[in-house]
């Protein structure tokens, strides 16, 4: 029999209002540290396919892949050379393609990384903007601007770079003489696109049809904070509090420009004439749960994500704030919220919530950073912030390995890592390698079963032995088996299209609440909370008796 991907595709259609996406637990893979077939050191696509049916048994709605197009690999995949093709290091499309009949296969849904607000400077398109005059057609795709000074040898601002740095880089011009200057928000090698120039645009459609035709059910949106700059490109000095992503609290010309939403307004036509329920996702840190909100209108994305979630403490009080005005705000525009605690450029939140000193967005943590966390109770916190994410309503992102409790690497040596910020910054910020390890399958094997050579990019702790999945598998109280359980009562219970209701009476240091037929309690504090007697659906961490610990939530049957 042969089938078509659009007839392997899961549930076609559903009534507006219940689409998947709106509920969704989403299972982000990082290809180059998921799993690893060809054992080479870096995960690829077959790697993925073949554990399909542990990404099924976990209990994920869909998965969504960080980039594994043509990349020269400068920012990790995050600079895309050819974005209609799979980088050999990852595979081929063929490989793609039997990795999404796969997941479709098993009902899993699959979102693949789209980077548009620049490209690697190995795209066709920026080496023929290197070679043609200023004032080209070839240049207007990407921001080129003459320097300031006399001789043109100061760069157009002061704009620095997300990883440090200035965010111009001068060109030499094809008769030799130094030249203009192109804007990176990132690194060098990762020129920005000029989104007011319409054959961009037009190209980036095309981009979409290509993995759209393929099968894909949508796309995780790189930077979509960033593509429309302010005109005139005026001088800015960043926030000091403000994370290197984004989200300072002024108005900043290179984030949250108002002119973006033309462009989601287009994808989403795009999106919407195929079948499928198709889905776009904005990565933008921006300052508010409201201004996020305005990028999940109806007729824009589906989700953002919701990182102010992500950068709440570990505080009841702030907690409550942010998931009440998450649904509020959300819920305004008709969109659902989603919920994240840790992806591939934030400290792990099995480290991060223990920390004791500030770490914004994008330092990392390593050997001399201050106020490291203290694992022991970074697991027991990242369990218990799990344990009530999940029953929140609305569609939840987890990020590869946090389903075993993998905290922050932060003793790689210095000449492993390779994340551009730790170059950029000449060491200052660690940047975000200790989260991008290869994750450990099996204990006894191998890079602990990543592939069955040995080979890792990045080099794993000899502690991940007991963090192997297939050690977890069998222990009813790892964290695999939390997660495992997690999902399954949350898909049986329907939490992801249930409501909140507040719960009082448990004391301030508690966050507790009712969705459908379960009550949620997290305790926060340093004092154990009393339990009503009733039956325990789920436990992030060992009771006393009828009380609850601190750092515990326990899902309990609704009274
Ligand atoms: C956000 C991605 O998540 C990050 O990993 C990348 O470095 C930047 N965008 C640049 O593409």
Known sequence: MTFTQQDARPELESAPGSEWWRTAVIYQIYPRSFADASGDGLGDLPGVTAHLDDLADLGVDAIWLSP???????????????????????????????????????????????????????????????????????????IFRDGRGDNGELPPNNWESVFGGGMWKRVTEADGTPGQWYLHIFDESQPDFDWTNPEVRAEFESILRFWLDRGVDGFRVDVAHGLIKAAGLPDYTPDPEGGSMGGDADEVPYWGQPGVHDVWREW?????????????????????????????????????????????????????????????????????????????????????????ADNPQGAGIGPKSPGKPDPVKGLHRARAATSLMLALPGSSYLYQGEELGLPEVIDLPDDARQDPTWFRTEGERYGRDGCRVPIPWTADAPAYGFNETGAAWLPQPAEWAELARDVQREDPASTLSLYRSLLAERRARGLGSGSLEWLDGYGDDVVAFRNGSITVVANLGSESVALPAVEILVASGPLEGDALPTDTTVWIAAA
């Open 268 to 356: 989403h036509e795009v999106l919407a004439a195929y079948d499928g329920d198709r889905a776009l996702c904005a990565e933008a840190w921006l300052p508010t749960v409201a201004q996020t909100a305005l990028w999940v209108r109806s007729d824009e994305m589906h989700q953002a994500f919701n990182f102010h979630y992500l950068e709440t403490k570990w505080d009841a009080e702030a907690l409550r704030a942010v998931i009440e005005e998450s649904l509020d705000e959300y819920g305004a525009v008709g969109a659902p919220s989603t919920w994240v605690l840790s992806n591939h450029d934030v400290v792990r939140h099995a480290s991060r919530l223990a920390l004791t």
């Open 68 to 142: 594994f197009q043509r990349s020269p690999q400068k920012d990790a995949g995050y600079d895309v050379a050819d974005y209609r093709d799979v980088d050999p290091i990852f595979g081929s499309l063929a490989d793609f393609d039997a990795m999404l009949a796969g997941a479709h296969d098993r009902g899993i849904r699959v979102i693949v990384d789209l980077v548009p607000n620049h490209s690697s400077d190995q795209h066709v398109w920026f080496q023929e903007a290197l070679k043609a005059a200023p004032g080209s057609p070839e240049r207007a795709r990407y």
